[in-house]
């Protein structure tokens, strides 16, 4: 049965930082584009970032670019996102997800999510 598992949000200051991760089987991890989306209170879901099978190409929203940054480690099946300097508006549940862009489309291939709770 493929499943990935989120874990690492909480509730962090503005500018603070937390690294979030996504523990992946059940599926050949290594074959796949992986990728981070969130969904705000209220808010449809928003892509985040996605990295290549190989962990050597990675592309970002605008939202974020230069203050995340997306990896992997292929050898243990897991995801990351190291999240720094957040903001408020990041605050949000954090999703990964199995494939590329196109799975903000496709709940189906996402995880059960972690809370990032921005607080002053």
């Known amino acids: 049965e493929e499943q990935l598992v989120e874990s690492g949000g909480g509730m962090v200051r503005p500018g603070g930082s937390l690294r979030l991760s996504c523990a992946a089987s059940g599926f050949t991890f290594t074959t796949y584009h992986m990728t981070w989306l969130r969904q705000a209170p209220g808010k449809g879901p928003e892509w985040v970032s996605t990295i290549d099978s190989r962990g050597e190409k990675s592309v970002y929203a605008d939202s974020v670019k230069g203050r995340f940054a997306i990896s992997r480690d292929n050898a243990r099946n897991t995801l990351y996102l190291q999240m720094n300097n957040l903001k408020l508006e990041d605050t949000a549940l954090y999703y990964c997800?199995?494939?590329?862009?196109?799975?903000?489309?496709?709940?189906?291939?996402w995880g059960r999510g972690t809370q990032v709770t921005g607080s002053e």
């Open positions: 997800s199995r494939g590329g862009r196109n799975t903000l489309a496709m709940r189906e291939t």
